[in-house]
């Protein structure tokens, strides 16, 4: 897989903020913008993976039944 450049135009407050970010962490404002991204985007598929199995195999009763899930319909 190649790699493609993207430039963004942000807020000096937000670069900022993203230089002490990836400072503490001990990295690039880029790679720490990659790593953030990369991130969101496992989540993003981990999220859409579980719920296309819950509707595959029916979800169980004792998880959506626990504080702060979604009643349940029909």
Known sequence: MGSTVLSLRIDGELLDRLRQHAARRGMSVQDYVVRTLIRDDFDER??????????????????????????RSG
């Open 46 to 71: 981990f999220k859409t993976a579980v719920e296309e199995t819950e509707k595959f195999y029916g979800a169980d009763d004792r998880v959506n039944d626990a504080p702060g899930c979604p009643p």
